[in-house]
């Protein structure tokens, strides 16, 4: 079984440092140069942690939002596979369902918060 994850973290001081840094490397010629600057580079990200914590409460906010199919059918596999595979189904009939496919979309996210409960 596979799982896969996607994260998504927008943060435009980041992108405008990567493309700055990128534009800086193609116009220096010298190899002494590129040291300097990737030292000043290294200093900006250190500075930064804290801001960078923020847009990930944003991503976890709109995750909560649009509750997918894979992400539920991933939580309820691995619950199905510690045993608790009677406390899953009874959670899809309780929904409304005798399979995950069955349950509407609108209903995943409520589905989600009481299959982690279990």
Do not use: W
């Not at 490397?25 to 804290?50: D, F, L, M, W, Y």
């Amino acid at each position: 079984m596979d799982i896969n994850i996607r994260v998504r973290v927008d943060c435009p001081d980041i992108m405008n440092s990567l493309l700055a840094l990128a534009e800086s490397i193609s116009q220096i010629k010298a190899e002494g140069q590129v040291r300097e600057e990737t030292k000043v580079v290294k200093e900006k990200h250190e500075v930064k942690p804290k801001e960078v914590q923020a847009p990930k409460e944003k991503v976890k906010e709109e995750k909560s939002k649009t509750v997918t199919l894979e992400e539920v059918r991933g939580l309820l596999a691995e619950l199905s596979q510690n045993g608790k595979q009677q406390e899953v189904k009874a959670l899809i009939k309780k929904f409304g369902g005798r399979k995950l496919t069955d349950i509407p979309q609108e209903k995943y996210s409520e589905l989600l918060k009481e299959a982690e409960v279990i």
